[in-house]
T-cell receptor
Framework: QKEVEQNSGPLSVPEGAIASLNCTYS??????FFWYRQYSGKSPELIMF??SNGDKEDGRFTAQLNKASQYVSLLIRDSQPSDSATYLC????????????WGLGTSLAVNP | NAGVTQTPKFQVLKTGQSMTLQCAQD?????MYWYRQDPGMGLRLIYY???????DKGEVPNGYNVSRLNKREFSLRLESAAPSQTSVYFC???????????FGPGTRLLVL
């Protein structure tokens, strides 16, 4: 059973701090990983994706991938109250016919 | 560009009634997906269509049918609704060769 696991949280950080969200996956064949943000009552929206080992930065967001440890993380620098949402991690790969394997999400609360 | 659109936004059904959820995308994407999202269960794939003319079951297909009407439209039908189908339904699409999925706004379904 291919799985993506996330700590459900809630993760609570003060405004301006770095929020660190983590995800582990079981399928070593997964080639790509995605982070989505979902506000309460809304649909998931893509934040960023990562295919290669190492870091990928986009504004205040940095995704990190370690394929040897089967670990993906998302760092949010200078966290804002507007970042309060549920963050979904998903893994894909050639063996999944373009389907994504979804984690259950981590709830993040940024406190002013 | 409207992206992915879904109708209706909200629906109340009685047990045994049928209905069709509509989804359309204007991004010329090949693949389309139907998910349901329940508290504590995350996103679960119901059906997907890798390309026009093909459909395949996801992890929770029982009680549902789908039609890929053309490249733009992918509908989900509940033939005889049950209270267990009370959920939020999301449609998503992805471009050819890609795994990044773009979501519609969702349909909130209540089955009494």
């Amino acid at each position: 059973q291919k799985e993506v696991e996330q700590n459900s949280g809630p993760l609570s950080v003060p405004e301006g701090a770095i929020a660190s969200l983590n995800c582990t996956y079981s399928d070593r064949g997964s080639q790509s990983f995605f982070w989505y943000r979902q506000y309460s009552g809304k649909s998931p929206e893509l934040i960023m994706f990562i295919y290669s080992n190492g870091d990928k930065e986009d504004g205040r967001f940095t995704a990190q991938l370690n394929k040897a440890s089967q670990y993906v993380s998302l760092l949010i620098r200078d966290s804002q109250p507007s970042d309060s949402a549920t963050y979904l991690c998903a893994g894909g790969g050639a063996g999944n016919n373009r389907k994504l394997i979804w984690g259950l999400g981590t709830s993040l609360a940024v406190n002013p | 560009n409207a992206g992915v659109t879904q109708t209706p936004k909200f629906q109340v059904l009685k047990t045994g009634q049928s209905m069709t959820l509509q989804c359309a995308q204007d991004m010329n994407h090949n693949s389309m997906y139907w998910y349901r999202q329940d508290p504590g269960m995350g996103l679960r794939l119901i059906y997907y269509s890798a390309s026009e003319g093909t459909t395949d079951k996801g992890e929770v297909p029982n009680g549902y049918n789908v039609s890929r009407l053309n490249k733009r439209e992918f509908s989900l039908r509940l033939e005889s609704a049950a209270p267990s189908q009370t959920s939020v339904y999301f449609c998503a699409s992805s471009e050819i060769g890609g795994e990044t999925q773009y979501f519609g706004p969702g349909t909130r379904l209540l089955v009494l």
